[in-house]
Antibody, heavy 119, light 108 residues
Framework: EVQLVESGGGLVKPGGSLRLSCAAS????????MHWVRQAPGKGLEWVSS????????YYPDSMKGRFTISRDNAKNSLYLQMNGLTAEDTAVYYC????????????WGQGTLVTVSS | SYELTQPPSVSVSPGQTARITCSGD??????AYWYQQKSGQAPVLVIY???ERPSGIPERFSGSSSGTTVTLTISGVQAEDEADYYC???????????FGTGTKVTVL
């Protein structure tokens, strides 16, 4: 059974940093691209970043470039998101999701971890 | 930045058909995907590659594409279909992901 479990969320002050983790199980982790998606309270889904199976291809929207860094450790079946220079606008539930083999759809999602940026 | 536009809300009576549109300039070149998100839960993929249905998704969910608009159709809506629905695609380069603005489906 495919499982994705996020961790590392919490309360952080503006300007601070946080590293999110996503533990994957139930599939060959290195064979799949992975994504981070976030959702601010009461708002819609926002794509954050993606990384290919061997970390060759990494993408961010312009709004996340320079502050967020996605990475993975295939030996540990883990995905990471390093977030720096956090602002209140980064307050959201952060989901990790697996990209399907057949295309860029996200076929499995974790339950999310809440990041709150507040003084 | 690239945007996908959806209507904010759709209301439908049980047993009727709900149609949710998603518009974007790159949709003629990029596949679209649809997700259902119930309150407090993670999203669930209900349609991929414009019109394909993942295993386990009821047949009442279908997708179609025409030009710069893709449509999610829920036929014979049931109370359990009440949720937020999001389309997803990529920009014209195919590298940057984007989600639609989301549509809240209310079953009357």
């Amino acid at each position: 059974e495919v499982q994705l479990v996020e961790s590392g969320g919490g309360l952080v002050k503006p300007g601070g940093s946080l590293r999110l983790s996503c533990a994957a199980s139930g599939f060959t982790f290195s064979g799949f691209s992975m994504h981070w998606v976030r959702q601010a309270p009461g708002k819609g889904l926002e794509w954050v970043s993606s990384i290919s199976g061997r970390s060759i291809y990494i993408y961010y929207p312009d709004s996340m470039k320079g502050r967020f860094t996605i990475s993975r450790d295939n030996a540990k079946n883990s995905l990471y998101l390093q977030m720096n220079g956090l602002t209140a606008e980064d307050t959201a539930v952060y989901y990790c999701a697996r990209e399907a083999v057949s295309g860029t759809s996200l076929d499995y999602w974790g339950q999310g971890t809440l990041v709150t940026v507040s003084s | 930045s690239y945007e996908l536009t959806q209507p904010p809300s759709v209301s439908v009576s049980p047993g009727q058909t709900a149609r949710i549109t998603c518009s974007g300039d790159a949709l003629p070149k990029q596949y679209a995907y649809w997700y259902q998100q119930k309150s407090g839960q993670a999203p669930v993929l209900v349609i991929y590659k414009d019109s394909e249905r993942p295993s386990g998704i009821p047949e009442r969910f279908s997708g179609s594409s025409s030009g710069t608009t893709v449509t999610l159709t829920i036929s014979g809506v049931q109370a359990e279909d009440e949720a937020d629905y999001y389309c997803q695609s990529a920009d014209s380069s195919g590298t940057l992901g984007v989600f639609g603005t989301g549509t809240k489906v209310t079953v009357l």
